[in-house]
């Protein structure tokens, strides 16, 4: 069973990463979500420096606790899900609306500004997820349902294993976990995906982490597509998860 851990934007520092209050350096709500699910919800709410407290174990799956007298560390490889609204007031998208403090697009700009470049550059897929309508209640259920997908990501998680298995890496099931050194060999794309992704790489200005995080991110959905080798086609819907971080507007 994953653990699920959900934080609201009211939580602290130390609740995060760390508590001093009753035992010191006792794991902080990240170590907790060791293995499962970190979710936090209203991101842009939180205060920078408790956001900024996750790159480190967003990278490395670890907490490092270093003090005068004391070094502590504890794991931290959790999987972030988040949620934010497009702005404050959460309607700036919405068809017809006008911010009354300013235009829309400025508004989004400044709360979206609080989330910072390295830690959006270590999210891997970021979603819009629409306002759902009176129209979309009535459709009828969609032919892949919660079962299938479920059947589906285990098969792909079944490949990986035994991908990594074969490769003698030791604790490494995942392509998540996949060392940068042997990505070229696990998901190296087809010449039209290479093509794509060298084009794109100096279009959206990606980092040497977000180039890795993208072939990581095709190599899954071939895995899921039952694939053996990444497509154009899948190197394409991974850079699409990044775009929305990449076309932020800029604040004024």
Same mark, same amino acid.
């Given at each position: ?66 003090? !005068? ?22 309607? !700036? ?41 009176? @129209? ?10 919660? @079962? ?59 980092? @040497? ?40 507007? @800029?604040?004024?």
């Amino acid at each position: 069973m994953i653990s699920v851990r959900t934080l609201l934007y009211l939580s602290k520092l130390y609740s995060l990463c760390k508590n001093f209050v009753i035992i010191p350096y006792r794991p902080g709500e990240a170590s907790l979500a060791h293995h499962g699910v970190l979710f936090l919800d209203e991101l842009p709410e939180f205060q920078p420096q408790v956001l900024d407290s996750l790159r480190q174990p967003l990278e490395a799956g670890e907490i490092l606790i270093a003090r !005068a007298n004391h070094r502590v560390t504890y794991p931290a490889r959790f999987q972030l899900v988040a949620a934010m609204n497009p702005c404050r007031c959460g309607q !700036a998208t919405e068809p017809g609306y006008v911010c009354r403090r300013q235009p829309n697009e400025r508004c989004i700009a400044q709360y979206q500004a609080r989330l910072s470049g390295p830690l959006l550059d270590r999210i891997d897929l970021a979603i819009d997820v629409p306002a759902v309508t009176a @129209a979309d209640l009535i459709l009828p259920a969609p032919s892949e349902g919660s @079962a299938e997908v479920a059947a589906r990501v285990s098969l792909a998680r079944d490949r990986q294993a035994r991908r990594y298995a074969a490769l003698k890496l030791d604790g490494v099931t995942t392509n998540a976990a996949c060392p940068p050194a042997l990505l070229e060999d696990v998901a190296q794309p087809d010449p039209e995906g290479l093509s794509l992704i060298r084009d794109a790489a100096n279009a959206m200005r990606l980092s @040497a982490r977000g180039f890795h995080r993208v072939l990581k991110v095709g190599r899954t959905l071939a895995d899921l597509d039952g694939e053996e080798r990444v497509r154009r086609i899948h190197v394409a819907e991974a850079l699409s998860y990044r775009s929305h971080t990449d076309r932020r507007p @800029a604040a004024a």
